[in-house]
Each structure stands twice: as structure tokens, then as C-alpha cells.
């Protein structure tokens, strides 16, 4: 089956440096959506990528999706305490009108003050 | 605040019991998603309902079973409880369970602690 995996597992930095976390498939993706979980939280929604080499900004926060749709990165700019968290890709096939989505295996980044 | 509501939201019982989970998915959303997460773990799918009937199984146990009723709420049972099923129980829902590219929307979660 479809799998999704991320790098690194983990990431801790000095607030006010950068951060990137990749995401890769082993099969095409339809899209890429990312996904925000808080420490004790729940996975929030951030950003939905569609086409081939898509590149969408957020303040500090830029998404990008592969050419060959099957790798996407999130990458954060003068990280603060506010980005602490687990980031998810997720993604999958569209298969006759519908997705299944197959989440990433998620990368925890903790900012040190 | 997604508009997912999950019910009860911490939950501890013994080895060999059973527990329901419950979700209720956003306000016009068809479709409910269940996962699991272990400690420092990722979000394992569980199972998928469509107004009703189940759309797709991920890695769920024999002991672990779900349902989605008229109201489209849903519950997630888990019977012959064992340690290793300590977690927190995700639901998510969306409008139309996965047609085109949809965002799912996750509730607060279930602690589940088995001792």
C-alpha cells in the first residue's frame, strides 16, 4: 500500500533559526495537504497543494509540492515557541472522483527560547 | 474549534474490558474518519464511514469495531482491551468522504488509558 514518510523525525532549533521538513510518497499524489497538531492537541489543517511544482506561502511558512507529484516539503522561516508541534503531510490518488488519504508519519519540531 | 465533538474525552479501564467511543462529525459532514495515535506516534487510519456504510479500513484490530448511525454520528468500539491499546482516538469528518480533495477536520480526541 500507499506509504508516506517524513524527515526528520524529529527537529530541535534555536528560535530565530529555520526549519524544513519533508515529505515523501511512494506512489503520485493527487495533492499534498499539511497539518498542524499542537502538543496536546489535534491535527489542525494548514494547506492544500495541487499542482506539479506549487509553491504556496503562509507569513513564515512556505509549502512546496514536487514536480513528479510524489514529494512535498513545509519549510519555516525564523521559527518561534508559536510553531511548536508535530507537522502531517497527507495525501493519495484520486481514484474515479474520490482520495484516499494516507497521513505522513509526521515531524515534531521543538523551538528553543 | 472544528465542530467535531468526540465523547468522553479521557477514559481509563482495565485489561480484557470494552469501551465506545463517540464522534459527532461537523454540521453537514458525511463522512467520519477514526485513528489512532500512540505516544509520540503518528496517526494510524483505523476506518472510514460515508453516510452510514464504511468507505475504507486501514490497520483496525478484530477486537476494534465502528459504526456510523442515521444521525451520522459514529462510534468506535474496542473490546478485549490490552495495554498496548492505551492511545488517543482521533475522529475526523468531511463533507463528502474524500470526493475530490477534501480537508478533514479532526475533533479533540479520546484518552484512552488501559491498566
Known amino acids: 500500500g500507499q506509504q508516506v514518510m517524513q524527515i526528520p523525525q524529529y527537529q530541535h532549533v534555536q528560535e530565530g533559526e529555520d526549519f524544513t521538513t519533508y515529505c515523501n510518497s511512494s506512489t503520485t499524489l493527487s495533492n499534498i495537504q499539511w497539518y498542524k497538531q499542537r502538543p496536546g492537541g489535534h491535527p489542525v489543517f494548514l494547506i492544500q497543494?495541487?499542482?506539479?511544482?506549487e509553491v504556496k506561502k503562509q507569513k513564515r511558512l512556505t509549502f512546496q509540492f514536487g514536480e513528479a507529484k510524489k514529494n512535498s516539503s513545509l519549510h519555516i522561516t525564523a521559527t518561534q515557541t508559536t510553531d511548536v508541534g508535530t507537522y502531517f503531510c497527507?495525501?493519495?490518488?484520486?481514484?474515479?472522483?474520490?482520495?484516499?488519504?494516507?497521513f505522513g508519519t509526521g515531524t515534531k519540531l521543538q523551538v528553543i527560547p | 474549534d472544528s465542530g467535531v465533538t468526540q465523547t468522553p474525552k479521557h477514559l481509563i479501564t482495565a485489561t480484557g474490558q470494552r469501551v465506545t467511543l463517540r464522534c459527532s462529525p461537523r454540521s453537514g459532514d458525511l463522512s467520519v474518519y477514526w485513528y489512532q495515535q500512540s505516544l509520540d506516534q503518528g496517526l494510524q487510519f483505523l476506518i472510514q464511514y460515508y453516510n452510514g456504510e464504511e468507505r475504507a479500513k486501514g490497520n483496525i484490530l478484530e477486537r476494534f469495531s465502528a459504526q456510523q448511525f442515521p444521525d451520522l454520528h459514529s462510534e468506535l468500539n474496542l473490546s478485549s482491551l490490552e495495554l498496548g491499546d492505551s492511545a488517543l482516538y482521533f475522529c475526523?469528518?468531511?463533507?463528502?468522504?474524500?470526493?475530490?480533495?477534501?480537508?478533514?477536520?479532526f475533533g479533540p480526541g479520546t484518552r484512552l488509558l488501559v491498566l
Open positions: 497527507a495525501g493519495g490518488p484520486l481514484e474515479g472522483g474520490y482520495q484516499k488519504v494516507t
Open positions: 497543494l495541487v499542482k506539479s511544482g
Open positions: 475526523a469528518s468531511s463533507p463528502q468522504g474524500g470526493r475530490g480533495r477534501e480537508t478533514q477536520y
